[in-house]
């Protein structure tokens, strides 16, 4: 792991009440690369993707982009500042067209032409949205829906992209192409990625690097390829 980290977060703990979700979980994300956060359900990776966007505070640690603390800015800022975060689930405005969905995307943009030029790279990348982009929002598949949350993602130009379960819900087909999608976004616009997944073996087989989560803290972390063929997490995650 040489390469500086973009992101960074050090020691970072935080709770919900009594409830402590994490506990001095530390992750870099190196620039221009794909890393997973992996662990089972409730072990604290929305939290921690939720850290990094401040919809949660951390009650201990530092969030770092490029060396600069960003764990106290509000969410215009982090967008300026080129984090984005792809929530769970299909978060879209539904009574919006899937044009005005994308526009909402570059909301704090002004260059105009680079918006313009953004815009047909995500009908490039999602045909679909193109054909459907006068259609209400409401009207798509819960597929269409979610590539629609990562248009408008991309329509930030963001440098950091938080998906959180891209491939959640989706049929096996599809899964293949949200993760061809995340490789996409990863070498065409050099996004740095942090992926929270519950596909380890399709989310390791994307990733450079890879970190475990369980029961709010990192309990294993290694080069992607590393832990695709470690003992413990093919026992615990891969079924084998
Ligand atoms: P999943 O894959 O099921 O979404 P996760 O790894 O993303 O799980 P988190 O959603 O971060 O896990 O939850 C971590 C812990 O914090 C869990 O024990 C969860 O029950 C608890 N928790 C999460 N959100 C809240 C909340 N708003 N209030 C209270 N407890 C919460």
Redesign the pocket.
């Known amino acids: 792991h040489m390469a500086e980290a973009l992101l960074s977060l050090r020691s970072i703990s935080a709770a919900?009440?009594r409830?402590q979700?994490l506990c001095n979980v530390s992750v870099d994300v190196p620039e221009g690369e794909i890393v997973a956060l992996l662990?089972?359900?409730?072990?604290?990776?929305?939290?921690?993707l939720?850290c990094i966007s401040n919809l949660v505070d951390c009650t201990h640690g530092e969030v770092r982009l490029a060396g600069e603390r960003i764990d106290r800015l509000g969410s215009d800022a982090l967008v300026k500042r080129g984090i984005v975060q792809v929530p769970?689930g299909r978060q879209v405005f539904r009574d919006m067209s899937v044009r005005e969905n994308l526009d909402l995307g570059a909301y704090l943009r002004r260059d105009r032409a680079g918006i313009r030029s953004d815009l047909e790279a995500v009908y490039t990348m999602f045909p679909r949205l193109k054909e459907r982009q006068h259609q209400m929002a409401a009207t798509l598949s819960g597929g269409e829906q979610q590539m629609l949350a990562i248009g408008r993602a991309v329509m930030a130009r963001p440098r950091v992209m938080l998906f959180?379960?891209p491939s959640m819900g989706l049929s096996p087909l599809l899964v293949e192409q949200m993760f061809e999608i995340i490789e996409r976004l990863h070498r065409e616009q050099k996004i740095t990625i942090l992926l929270?997944e519950?596909n380890v073996q399709l989310a390791l087989a994307v990733s450079s690097y890879g970190y475990i989560?369980e029961n709010?803290e990192i309990s294993l972390h290694g080069p992607a390829a590393r832990l695709a063929n470690d003992e413990a997490v093919r026992r615990a995650y891969l079924g084998v």
């Open positions: 919900y009440g409830i979700a662990g089972s359900n409730g072990a604290g990776k929305t939290t921690t939720n769970e959180d379960e929270v519950q989560l709010g």
